[in-house]
């Protein structure tokens, strides 16, 4: 046959859990049509010799929903050996826009993104007009989305924080099936953000039962991860149970020195929901840091959502208020545990610095220094909170249900701009830090440790001919030198490309090669 790229002489972890095996592949346009004991010839041949070949790796949690709109190379991701990724997460997402809160939902995605100059959210009104901007320029690596619920209900309510009514539900519904018959792989909930934290649990299960009738999933940010997290876990059981909806709960971790080692316990709920014949998983990151705005710092009784008038009476805050800041402050870690990662101020301004640096700065108190941010930021400030423990993280990692997922976005890493900022690690060295933390802990075989980061992943989001080597499949390929993986991004120099990552095929195109971004975008959408 006439190969367009042939790779030789690596060991090929399936996907699947089968068997390593030192195999031959072909490929031809943009599918696996070959998989051979024989030595294989083509007009590219890639010599994997000493190398792991396995399905490019699926990342189910990212925030990259407006990465096709900027110019830059958005290459962090792809350098981890990442070939899918799945946006749309924790509620946030940019459709769809429903008629009569456009403004809303507009100042809802400029909180919540980076968005590029001259960006006009009103040209995409649903994801149709997404999957056209990205048939038309290509990404770096594959895109799919869930539905953000918050753009659901910011369209049916705007933020008022007032039960839904049933034609509210009504509009919600209509859209959301709008949105899956144009390929979104499910919906997602943000519990913590406004407005989704507004959503009681009736509100949750109708549209969770709307997802279950199309067969999708359902993803969760839950309400709490720090000292309710466990009522928390058992509001997202008792969704699933309810609405008999595939759930999968996002970024599982726990939070508060106060809180650690509850893993075994909240292990043990899932457990028991599984065996009752609920579809519930979670996904999870390899690191003891969060990553999110700082308007999490405020309870929703001080902040309903409206950053202008929140602003306007920052000054009102009483000294009752204050305390529960403070509380939240704590819980996240302290003011020395809070890193400013982006500011969106010119010269980054703030950024890579600790809410303690910029308190001995100002001369203020605690709670004073994150008003003082957030009024100069306009709420848009992103921080690093370092909050969690290292046995939580482990026994979360060791369940077989599990998979990895970057809660990251895609971003510049060659190219870097200061746009930006200063970003968790998570962007940049998600994959290859499980990798290496495979190697250095042995969690697991290579074949069961290759199944979370691919076919366990499609499997879970309905991603079909992906996350497997399999004739038949797109060709989406990570081939990567086991015993020198290793990520390089850090908390105070992020933006680092991983070590052993050494091809990356997407669709049938390489788009890594000898550890070197090709300039080629692969991607497409995936629905």
Known sequence: MNYDI?????????????QAEFLNLGIISDKIVNISKEKLIGKKNID????????????????????????YEMTSKIFQGVTTEINGNCGIGMTPTIAGHEKELKKYVIDHFLTPKDFKLEEYRDLNSLKDVIITKKAVTNQGYLVGTGCLRI?????????????????????????????????SFGLIYQPGNFMLKDEIIEIMKVVAE???????????????????????????????????ISHLKIMSKNNWGKSKEILQLLEDARNKGLKITYDQYPYMATSTTLMVLFPQEIFNGNIEEFITNISKITAEDRKKILNNINSRGGSKNILI???????????????????????????????LLVKETQGRAKAIYFSMCEEDMDNFMKCSYSVIGSDGSSIPIENINSLFGKPHPRNLGTFPKFIKLNREKQ??????????????????????????????NYADITIFDYNNVEDTSTFENPFQKAKGIEYVIVNGKIVIENGNYTGIKAGIFID
């Not at 042939?6 to 089968?18: P, T």
């Not at 994997?48 to 096709?68: E, M, Y």
Request: with cysteine; charged share 30%.
């Open 48 to 71: 994997a010799n000493g190398k792991i070949v396995s399905p490019g790796f699926i990342d189910p949690h990212c925030h990259s929903d407006l990465s096709v709109f900027f110019d």
């Open 214 to 248: 199309n067969d999708k999933i359902t993803s969760f940010h839950m309400r709490n991860e720090g000292e309710n997290i466990i009522e928390a876990i058992k509001e997202v059981i008792d969704c699933a149970e309810k609405s008999k909806c595939k759930t999968n």
């Open 6 to 18: 042939v790779i030789n002489n690596g060991l090929v972890v399936f996907g699947n859990e089968n």
């Open 155 to 187: 369209g049916a309510k705007g933020f008022r924080t007032d039960e839904v009514t049933k034609l509210d539900l009504e509009i919600m519904a209509e859209a959301l099936r709008k949105e899956f018959s144009a390929g979104a792989l499910g919906v």
């Open 443 to 472: 969690l697991f075989s290579i074949e069961v440790m290759i199944n979370k980061i691919t076919k366990r992943t499609a499997d879970l989001y309905c991603i079909k001919d992906r996350g497997e080597i399999k004739i038949g």
């Open 341 to 371: 990662s982006n500011s969106f101020l010119p010269n980054n301004k703030y950024s890579g610095k600790t809410v303690e640096d910029i308190i001995q700065e100002m001369k203020l108190n605690e709670v004073d220094t994150i008003l």
